[in-house]
């Protein structure tokens, strides 16, 4: 499922892209299931401020077959392998669940910060693709974007030191480890703008692990669970393996096409 030149092109350009395409209502019932099975999960799971709600969900693709079918669906798969013009595989996978009144917020940051700073990824061959599992609105926390804010490269400030005994959930909590400076990004805004991209479920959006984004609280009834999948070209392997495997994923070899448009089974004849 191939993207046109126009597409193409805008995400180079703009650091982010809504896709034409989407999932079906029924393949996000499918992750919808699914996610209940899986949040229990604890060891893998960062909690908001309060101690009790999910806030991120990571790693699901290694407990469940409709993850990993997620990440090798041609809509997700076909786009980033085009964008990245490189063989990818899954760099890493984490649902944020955002849930109504309680969903903190994702300070200003870019995603490259971390990969580059944890896991000493060499290059800027990566980009994420967000999969919208319930309706975005501008009411229940939507992803902000500076776009074209990629093309100034990693500006992100030292990151700041670890507060947390679990060192990796410091990177999930609302107060980011790398973040990008007031100064950056209010002199970037005035520059390009910003994008707070809204849709309904299924929704894909793909971003450059260089654009500026942040996202505010949840403070509507609604939930606003997207799937961030990260896929990382196989020539680009990060340096230091020290993060948890559901953070990580260690195993580089290329993804393989999901056979099939969508994750419900083909009905046998
Ligand atoms: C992220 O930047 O990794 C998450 C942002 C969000 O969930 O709004
Ligand atoms: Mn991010």
Known sequence: MQMDEDNVEAFHREGVLLSPNRLSDLDVDILLAELEYLRDETESSALEADGRTVRALHGCHRKSSVFDALTRLPTLLSPAVQLLSAQVYLYQLKVNLKAPFVGDVWPWHQ????????????????????????????FNGPMYFIPRSHQDGCLDQPPLPVKDPLEWQSNFSSTLRYQTSAEHVAEMVRRFGLLAPKGPRGTVLFFHCNVVHASPSNVSPAPRRIVFITYNSTENLPRVLRRPEFLVERYAEPLKLFPGESLTPAPRL
Do not use: N
Request: proline content about 4%; overall charge negative.
């Open 111 to 138: 995603d490259y910060s971390f990969w580059s700073g944890e896991d000493g990824m060499p290059s800027q061959r990566a980009l994420t693709a967000a999969v919208f599992l319930d309706d975005v609105t501008e």
